[in-house]
């Protein structure tokens, strides 16, 4: 049973759950901006630019996941940018619940040569100080969510590489 756990990012069903997942959460934080009228912080626009990376990551990891070197890049990139979102969620929850001292700023932090608040304003233009995140359900805010799912995702992916390196023992 635990070795088919292991064999999980080998196929390719895995890293489309997770490109599937990234593009949810995108299409949540659109449908909440866009329909509901919740402008994002600087902060909801950093936890979505690590989304639209565990995108890139799972595409690349359709696409090589047949390959021994190509499956433990991936699981790594994808422990970096789950590790990521845990560190920008645990801010935002912290600024929300008044444990983290400090306010955002409407500037989005982006380099210029990586200004995608720029080149794509419609998903990654700041609009507001942060303070709170919206309720999802059951008075769960985003950012409780956001925090549980990316502790789950270093849970995995931590399991996974270990499985990785025991079964390959590299």
């Given at each position: 049973?635990?070795?088919?756990?292991?064999?999980?990012?080998?196929?390719?069903?895995?890293?489309?759950v997770f490109l599937?997942?990234?593009?949810?959460?995108?299409?949540?934080?659109?449908?909440?901006?866009?329909?509901?009228?919740?402008?994002?912080?600087?902060?909801?626009?950093?936890?979505?630019?690590?989304?639209?990376?565990?995108?890139?990551?799972?595409?690349?990891?359709?696409?090589?996941?047949?390959?021994?070197?190509?499956?433990?890049?991936?699981?790594?990139?994808?422990?970096?940018?789950?590790?990521?979102?845990?560190?920008?969620?645990?801010?935002?929850?912290?600024?929300?619940?008044?444990f983290v001292e400090?306010?955002?700023?409407?500037?989005?932090?982006?380099?210029?040569?990586?200004?995608?608040?720029?080149?794509?304003?419609?998903?990654?233009?700041?609009?507001?100080?942060?303070?709170?995140?919206?309720?999802?359900?059951?008075?769960?805010?985003?950012?409780?969510?956001?925090?549980?799912?990316?502790?789950?995702?270093?849970?995995?992916?931590?399991?996974?590489?270990?499985?990785?390196?025991?079964?390959?023992?590299?």
């Open positions: 049973m635990l070795s088919k756990f292991w064999r999980l990012p080998e196929t390719g069903a895995y890293w489309l599937l997942l990234g593009l949810a959460m995108e299409g949540v934080a659109l449908f909440y901006q866009y329909k509901l009228d919740y402008a994002p912080c600087v902060i909801c626009i950093h936890i979505r630019i690590w989304t639209a990376a565990l995108i890139l990551v799972a595409i690349s990891g359709l696409l090589v996941h047949k390959s021994r070197i190509g499956i433990l890049t991936s699981q790594l990139l994808m422990l970096v940018v789950s590790i990521g979102l845990l560190e920008r969620s645990w801010l935002l929850l912290g600024i929300e619940r008044g400090g306010s955002c700023s409407m500037d989005s932090g982006l380099p210029s040569w990586f200004a995608l608040d720029k080149w794509w304003p419609t998903v990654f233009e700041v609009m507001e100080p942060c303070g709170y995140t919206p309720e999802l359900l059951f008075g769960i805010t985003m950012a409780e969510a956001l925090l549980v799912f990316s502790v789950s995702m270093i849970l995995v992916h931590l399991l996974l590489l270990t499985g990785f390196f025991l079964k390959n023992k590299m």
